[in-house]
Antibody, heavy 115, light 107 residues
């Protein structure tokens, strides 16, 4: 069974760093793209970027380029999304999803940034 | 960047009726790389349709997708109460992939 299990909810202060994770199982992790999607409170879905764990090829949306870093560790079948300096506007649910298009989704990680 | 515009914003229908959701692209979507997702309240999105018209595994045939180029449609025949959700289209033919703003379906 394909599963994407994301790390738990986070509460952070503005300016802090954060790295959230997405662990894939039940399939060949290196053979499928993994993407990240933001959903701000009460809003729609925004595509942030994708990574191919097989060779670490990474694409970003211009809206998120330079704001976040997407990475993957194929040895532990885990993809990551990280921020070096969070802002209040980063408060959202972040989903990871597999494939091209996204055929399996993680459960989401709620990130709250508040002073 | 390809902008996807969905209409209507909200659709209110009764069980057994037919829902027609539209997704219009600002430029042609290559190879019909257009997907539809369903997001029920409090849940992660779920893939319904890929390649504009291919149903995901296990999806009831009440759901169908059609269209090409810049105009795409998701049709849900014989609505059921559990179809209450927000539906998003997404193009994945050119980077950055983009989502439409969603259509909220009220039953």
């Amino acid at each position: 069974e394909v599963q994407l299990v994301q790390s738990g909810a986070e509460v952070k202060k503005p300016g802090e760093s954060l790295k959230i994770s997405c662990k894939g199982s039940g399939y060949s992790f290196t053979s499928y793209w993994i993407g990240w999607v933001r959903q701000m409170p009460g809003k729609g879905l925004e595509w942030m970027g994708i990574i191919y764990p097989g060779d670490s090829d990474t694409r970003y949306s211009p809206s998120f380029q330079g704001q976040v870093t997407i990475s993957a560790d194929k040895s532990i079948s885990t993809a990551y999304l990280q921020w070096s300096s969070l802002k209040a506007s980063d408060t959202a649910i972040y989903y990871c999803a597999r494939g091209w298009p996204f055929d399996f989704w993680g459960q989401g990680t709620l990130v709250t940034v508040s002073s | 960047e390809i902008v996807l515009t969905q209409s209507p914003g909200t659709l209110s229908l009764s069980p057994g009726e037919r829902a027609t959701l539209s997704c219009r692209a600002s430029q042609s979507v290559s190879s019909s790389y257009l997907a539809w997702y369903q997001q029920k309240p409090g849940q992660a999105p779920r893939l319904l349709i890929s390649g504009a018209s291919s149903r995901a595994t296990g999806l009831p045939d009440r759901f169908s997708g059609s269209g090409s180029g810049t105009d795409f449609t998701l049709t849900i025949s014989r609505l059921e109460p559990e179809d209450l959700a927000v539906y998003y289209c997404q193009q994945y033919g050119s980077s950055p992939w983009t989502f439409g703003q969603g259509t909220k379906l009220e039953i």
